[in-house]
């Protein structure tokens, strides 16, 4: 176990960073902090050890930090930061990028489970991935027609209906699964049924033939299938690798979409089908950057989250129907969001774990570098990149 831990937290609309130093021993007039000549680097030393943490960009001002006087094992130090900008994203702080986002699939893109490697497209018909639209797409039709037509009436004839049809405002209009298409959402694909293979259906899941592992659901309203990207690794193109990512990734997605839609900042999580176990959480900040000695040397980008344990999600949806989102999860990717969220509150310092009632943990948010394309860390965005032939 080292004697110093660092954490370090990008306030990037106020233009400074929390430096958190945890000790093993009480500090002391030999335990100082410097900064490199690069102003990115921070190395904290304590009887005869150090320990080096880095930033994003340039700290502002002197490369002198005084040290609190208290003799604790615990020391805190906010930092000015000298040009945010020089930070990727700055100013996108809701965005709902995601990976797998339909403009960057071609009809060569192949999926395969996760866990076993069996692929699941059928390939006989070129796909054409599109976005899904909002699931409250029809709710904002007021909104996307400025003058939207009245009724059709019966006595309009049939030539009026199917006009109102095809523009998409008609009364029987629903997204439909079609040969061909795969619809994208944040996270999941839709596909009609004959688009796959070596998938089995049980009740109304879908399952890997060969793992068994869940692939998805049947979406009834649909009429197709609805795959978790959480499950699956993709290949874009034949010349590209293998990609998969943690359900935490997909989950950031969703819940920054949310936020964008609804202006929603707090949640209930719960495993579909479930409502008597679920997570309360509130994204206190939807776009920081931090940096952990436990983790690695590199910066991530993340949603602070405050969160507690929910034991009825249900009856705080009827009381607070007002004040929460819903979000159901997979009870899989709900179970690992509840491991990711633990192990997040472990590697923070121990006075900034707790916030009166709730518990403080991070979920990294995935961000797309517009000069290098897709960013990859492995052991950062827990991106896993699979080789061809693998």
């Not at 998805?216 to 197709?224: L, N, P, Q």
């Not at 900040?285 to 969160?307: C, G, H, Q, T």
């Amino acid at each position: 176990m080292p004697m110093i831990y660092l954490y370090v937290e990008v306030l990037a609309n106020i233009r400074q960073a929390n430096l958190y130093a945890s000790l093993e021993t009480h500090k002391n007039e030999h335990t100082k902090i410097d900064i490199a000549s690069d102003k990115k680097t921070i190395t904290v030393s304590h009887d005869g050890e150090s320990a080096s943490i880095y930033l994003p960009t340039e700290i502002g001002g002197t490369a002198e930090v005084s040290i609190p006087v208290d003799r604790g094992k615990e020391m805190s130090v906010r930092l000015e930061l000298a040009d945010i900008m020089n930070m990727p994203c700055v100013g996108n702080t809701t965005g709902d990028e995601a990976p797998w986002a339909a403009n960057d699939l071609s009809p060569n893109t192949q999926l395969r489970c996760r866990d076993c490697k069996t692929e699941i497209l059928t390939n006989e018909l070129p796909l054409q991935f599109k976005a899904l639209p909002s699931e409250h797409w029809a709710e904002m039709m007021d909104i996307w027609h400025c003058h939207r037509p009245q009724d059709i009436e019966p006595s309009q004839g049939e030539d009026a209906r199917q006009a109102a049809d095809s523009k998409g405002y008609g009364a029987s209009t629903k997204l439909k699964a079609a040969a061909g298409i795969a619809f994208v959402d944040t996270a999941s694909f839709l596909f009609a049924e004959q688009s796959c293979k070596d998938v089995q259906t049980h009740n109304s899941e879908l399952h890997c033939a060969t793992c068994k592992a869940l692939l998805g659901a049947i979406d009834v309203s649909a009429e197709g299938w609805r795959l978790y990207k959480s499950s699956l690794s993709l290949r874009p193109s034949p010349t590209a690798e293998w990609q998969s990512f943690p359900p935490e990734i997909f989950i950031s997605s969703q819940l920054l979409s949310l936020i964008g839609s609804s202006a929603a900042r707090k949640f209930i999580i719960h495993p579909h089908d479930d409502t008597k176990q679920g997570l309360l959480i509130w994204v206190f900040n939807p776009d920081m950057r931090y940096s952990s000695s436990r983790r690695s040397e590199l910066v991530v980008r993340a949603l602070k989250i405050f969160y507690q344990n929910a034991e009825d999600p249900q009856k705080l949806l009827d009381e607070h129907q007002a004040s929460f989102e819903e979000l159901p999860l997979p009870a899989s990717v709900f179970d690992s969001l509840k491991n990711v969220l633990i192990e997040s509150t472990e590697f923070l310092p121990p006075s900034a774990r707790k916030f009166q009632d709730w518990t403080i943990g991070l979920i990294d948010r995935y961000e797309r570098n517009s000069s290098d394309g897709l960013k990859y860390f492995d052991d950062v965005t827990h991106n896993v990149i699979e080789r061809s032939g693998d």
